[in-house]
């Protein structure tokens, strides 16, 4: 068995592209921008974008936070989206989800300019991917299938099973592996809360993909020997043996399933890593016009 390590991945790609964005600005270019808006002060979403920040210092982008109160109206987040859309120095932005329940999070996200949609979450981006036609991916599940690549696994003819549809990771990771292309080319079957015989199905797996946020619910009876083991999943659980008493937990029996499987990603420092270092992709496709 191997692990896959997305931590040493992310590194690797977020240094590949802190040199392209050298040798931008050493021939007098200006360098990729990302903004960020964050509405609130949830946790989980602080420890993002405190993230995202960092990594946007190590591949030398400009970024900027720009923090909203939990009681922001509808209103005046669309009109600072419709500035960052119309800033010619922002080439991409995001929205942090999720939003507060008084904002109509899809209205949210369809207005902002597709060509400015770095997390890949527009109907437009959504639409063209699954059509195969160039688009900003959304981040975690192209940081899967880059994972893929570059540890070489060959993907064409497998049976690929997702566990989870959310719009974020299980439609478009379906999506992506279906594409005639490497990594790609899978028969993808899609399992949710309403599958019937999951445990078979996920046990018929060559390329098992855990994105439920259920932590621990894939064990090891329901992995073929041999097959390849994604986990999304990051549920913070209690862990009294932690100095912060809480531990994150991916969706997959680790230790027991690590035995059985041919490759593994961890959690942390598997998945979660690459989802940061995909957007950093995404903000340079955007600076060089690649996409549109
Ligand atoms: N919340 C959890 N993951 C993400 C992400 O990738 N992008 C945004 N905008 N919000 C998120």
Do not use: W
Not at 195 to 223: C, H, Q, S, Y
């Amino acid at each position: 068995m191997k692990i896959i390590d997305g931590k040493a991945t992310s590194a690797a790609i977020k240094a590949e592209i802190a040199a392209e964005v050298a040798e931008m600005t050493g021939r007098g270019e200006r360098a990729p921008f990302l903004a960020a808006i964050l509405v609130g002060h949830d946790g989980g979403s602080e420890t993002y974008m405190a993230n995202k920040v960092k990594a946007c210092e190590a591949c030398g982008f400009g970024s900027s936070l720009i923090r909203f109160d939990e009681d922001v109206t509808e209103e005046r987040l669309l009109a600072e989206i419709d500035r960052l859309n119309k800033d010619p120095e922002v080439d991409g932005f995001i929205v942090q989800l999720p939003l507060p329940r008084h904002i109509d999070e899809q209205k949210v996200i369809e207005a902002i300019d597709p060509r400015k949609d770095v997390d890949g979450f527009h109907p437009i981006n959504v639409g063209r991917l699954s059509i195969g036609l160039p688009c900003f991916r959304s981040a975690t599940p192209a940081g899967i299938l880059e994972l893929l690549d570059r540890y070489g696994i060959e993907t064409k003819g497998k049976h690929a099973v997702v566990l989870g549809r959310s719009n974020i990771v299980g439609k478009p990771v379906a999506a992506m592996l279906m594409q005639k292309a490497q990594p790609g080319d899978c028969t993808v079957t899609v399992c949710h809360s309403s599958t019937k015989n999951l445990k078979e199905i996920a046990a018929g797996a060559d390329i098992l993909i855990a994105a439920l946020g259920r932590p621990g619910f894939v064990t090891e009876d329901m992995v073929k020997p041999g097959a390849v083991i994604i986990d999304v999943g990051t549920t913070l659980v209690d862990d009294p043996t932690r100095k912060s008493g809480k531990r994150l937990s991916g969706d997959v029996d680790f230790d027991h399933v690590a035995e059985k499987c041919s490759y593994i990603t961890p959690v942390p420092g598997g998945v979660g890593p690459m989802t940061i270092a995909m957007l950093m992709k995404n903000t340079l496709l955007a600076r060089n016009g690649k996409i549109y």
